[in-house]
C-alpha cells in the first residue's frame, strides 16, 4: 500500500499543469451557460433590387418584372441548415413593357388580380450547399395553389449588409396562370424563370 501511495504521489508532481488544466476544464464545463448560434434576419424589398420573370411568346424571349416585393431571410452560410425564407410578392406591381400583355396579366386566365393579389414562397427547412451557392426548397402560392420550388443563390456578404442572386424554374400551369386558349405550351412557353438579385440588410422589425 506504501509503494502504491508513493507512486500516486509522484505521478500527481509529475503531472501538475496537465492535472489543473482538466480540473479547470470541467468546471467551467459545468457552470458555464450554453450560448446558441443566432441567424442573422436579414430584409430586402423590391426598392432599388430585382425579381425578374422570363417567359417565351412564340420561341421569342420576354422579360417582365414585379416592383414590389418583401424578402426575410434567417441565413448563416456556415450554418446553411438552419435557414428559413420567406418572400411575399404583390403580383398586380407585374410590369412587361408592352400593354397588352401587362392588361391581360390582371383578368382571370393570367394572374386574376382581384382574387389573388399576392404570391408566397416559404422555404422553412433550410438550405442545402450545391455548385453554384446554395439552394433552398420551399412552396410556392400562387393564384390559390401551392408547388414546391427549388431556387438557387449566391450568397455574399459583410458586417452590415448581403445580396444574394440567383434564379428558380417553374411550370406556369402549376398554377393554372394562362389558362383556356392559352395554355398551349406552342404559343406561350409553360416553362418560366424567375431570376433575382436582392440586397439585404438587418431586418428593425420583430419577427
Not at 502504491?4 to 509522484?10: E, F, K, M, T
Not at 450554453?34 to 417567359?55: K, P
Not at 427549388?150 to 459583410?158: I, M, Q, Y
Not at 440567383?166 to 431570376?195: K, N, P, Q
Request: aromatic content about 12%; glycine content about 8%; overall charge negative.
Amino acid at each position: 500500500m506504501a509503494n502504491v501511495a508513493v507512486a500516486r504521489s509522484a505521478t500527481v508532481t509529475r503531472y501538475p499543469n496537465a492535472l489543473l488544466a482538466l480540473f479547470a476544464f470541467l468546471v467551467l464545463t459545468a457552470v458555464s451557460p450554453r450560448v446558441d448560434a443566432q441567424q442573422t434576419r436579414w430584409c430586402g424589398s423590391g426598392q432599388g433590387n430585382s425579381l425578374e420573370f422570363i417567359g417565351a411568346w412564340e420561341n421569342e424571349e420576354f422579360r417582365g418584372l414585379f416592383r414590389r416585393f418583401q424578402v426575410e431571410l434567417e441565413f448563416d452560410p456556415l450554418l446553411p441548415g438552419s435557414a428559413r425564407l420567406r418572400v411575399e410578392v404583390d403580383v398586380t406591381s407585374a410590369f412587361s413593357d408592352n400593354t397588352i400583355r401587362d392588361e391581360a396579366l390582371a383578368e382571370p386566365d393570367w394572374f386574376h388580380y382581384a382574387d389573388f393579389p399576392s404570391a408566397r414562397f416559404s422555404g422553412l427547412d433550410g438550405a442545402v450547399a450545391v455548385e453554384s451557392g446554395f439552394r433552398i426548397d420551399g412552396i410556392l402560392e400562387l393564384k390559390g395553389r401551392g408547388h414546391p420550388v427549388s431556387l438557387t443563390f449566391e450568397w455574399k456578404e459583410n458586417e452590415s449588409a448581403a445580396r444574394m442572386r440567383g434564379d428558380a424554374i417553374l411550370d406556369r400551369t402549376w398554377f393554372d396562370v394562362g389558362e383556356g386558349e392559352w395554355r398551349d405550351d406552342s404559343v406561350i412557353a409553360h416553362r418560366v424563370r424567375l431570376e433575382f438579385d436582392v440586397g439585404l440588410g438587418p431586418c428593425t422589425n420583430d419577427p
